[in-house]
């Protein structure tokens, strides 16, 4: 279910770089899991 996106090149533009923008949260919050993880198991002494 998509809603029919604008074609022209200003929107098209804009939601490219909200997908960039997305991808990149993603990547940095799946960086950060691991950090966190071991932050938290090293806190709680199991490492
Ligand atoms: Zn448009």
Do not use: S
């Amino acid at each position: 279910m998509q809603e029919a996106p604008c074609e022209c090149p200003e929107c098209k533009r804009r939601a490219e770089a909200e997908k960039e923008h997305e991808e990149m949260n993603f990547a940095i919050l799946l960086a950060l899991v691991p950090a966190l993880v071991i932050t938290f198991f090293g806190n709680a002494g199991l490492f």
